[in-house]
């Protein structure tokens, strides 16, 4: 069974940073793609950034220049260091994950979510 365990969300003033970390444990035979996610209330859930194996971050237009996604292949972590937040940033953020638990099967996993709430 796999799991996402995310970390790091918080209250935090415009201007200022955050870091969210997340881990997947479990059966992994490999890992597809890593990324976050976010859901602002009354909105649909949005692709913030994510990375596939070997390929280069892909943004949000709304986060280019501010947001920075990176993954340690070795722990099967990511990370989103996000810095000069804005109010529009409050959401709840999630980490997904496409994930081989073995050779011939391919799931797409989520986080639990971590709340991210940005003050004027």
């Known amino acids: 069974q796999v799991q996402l365990v995310e970390s790091g969300g918080g209250l935090v003033q415009a201007g200022g940073s955050l870091r969210l970390s997340c881990a997947a444990s479990?059966?992994?035979?490999?890992?597809?793609?890593m990324g976050w996610y976010r859901q602002a209330p009354g909105k649909q859930r949005e692709l913030v950034a994510g990375?596939?194996?070997?390929?280069?971050?892909n943004y949000a237009d709304s986060v280019k220049g501010r947001f920075t996604i990176s993954r340690d292949n070795a722990k099967n972590t990511v990370h989103l260091q996000m810095n000069s937040l804005k109010p529009e940033d409050t959401a709840v953020y999630y980490c997904?994950?496409?994930?081989?638990?073995?050779?011939?099967?391919?799931?797409?996993?989520w986080g639990q979510g971590t709340q991210v709430t940005v003050s004027s």
């Open positions: 997904n994950a496409h994930i081989k638990p073995t050779a011939l099967t391919l799931g797409n996993y």
């Open positions: 479990g059966s992994i035979f490999s890992i597809n793609f």
């Open positions: 990375v596939t194996t070997g390929g280069s971050p």
